[in-house]
């Protein structure tokens, strides 16, 4: 079938599919996983899918069973349930009661999270879709420090990044210190 289709075609149909699907294409043959994999691609799937599949990522912190239920809702009037999430994340358990994860931003598919409780003060980047995370673990600061964070997508270098400011809480007329992040 494919020889019958330009290969333009081929790339716009499967560049609207959802992520899980073309995790499940790349299998199918040699030249599907590398058009998949390739860059290009994920540039193209993640700017169509995104442009026609608008969604909304909803977060429920579940008190009585000390979880986070987080669910996927179209764009829509209703904001109809796309699909639930499994949050794949252990939660911190302290003398105050469970901690959860704080929800910096989501941006393209990948969501931020920051737990300042952790021993390693982790932000977390994570891809709900394809269930893949990864670890940032910036340097501590000191407690009399306020941290304000940023997260979003650079198309120029297609990369995801973090921003980091650290205010002085005794003097906030002072410039933070600024750090930036990258994959």
């Not at 560049?15 to 590398?34: D, E, Q, T, Y």
């Not at 912190?61 to 179209?74: G, I, M, R, S």
């Not at 704080?102 to 982790?122: F, M």
Request: proline share 7%.
């Amino acid at each position: 079938m494919a020889k019958y289709l330009p290969p333009e075609l081929i790339i716009n149909i499967l560049s609207m599919l959802p992520s899980k699907s073309l995790l499940r294409f790349r299998s199918v043959c040699k030249s599907c996983h590398s058009l998949i994999s390739s860059p290009e691609f994920n540039q193209t799937h993640r700017h169509n899918f995104n442009k026609f599949n608008s969604r909304n990522l909803v977060r429920c912190c579940l008190w009585t069973d000390k979880k986070e239920v987080y669910t996927v809702h179209h764009n829509d009037q209703h904001l109809t349930l796309d699909a639930p999430i499994d949050f794949p994340f252990n939660l911190l358990r302290v003398e105050y009661g469970t901690i959860f994860f704080t929800l910096i931003a989501c941006c393209k598919g990948v969501v931020c999270l920051y737990n300042e409780r952790s021993p390693k003060n982790e932000i977390l980047l994570w891809n709900p879709s394809i269930r893949r995370k990864v670890t940032l673990t910036p340097p501590s600061y000191r407690p009399e420090l306020t941290l304000v964070f940023g997260f979003g997508y650079c198309e120029n270098s297609d990369d995801y990044k973090v921003v980091r400011l650290a205010y002085d809480r005794s003097n906030l007329i002072d410039r933070p210190e600024v750090e930036i992040y990258t994959l």
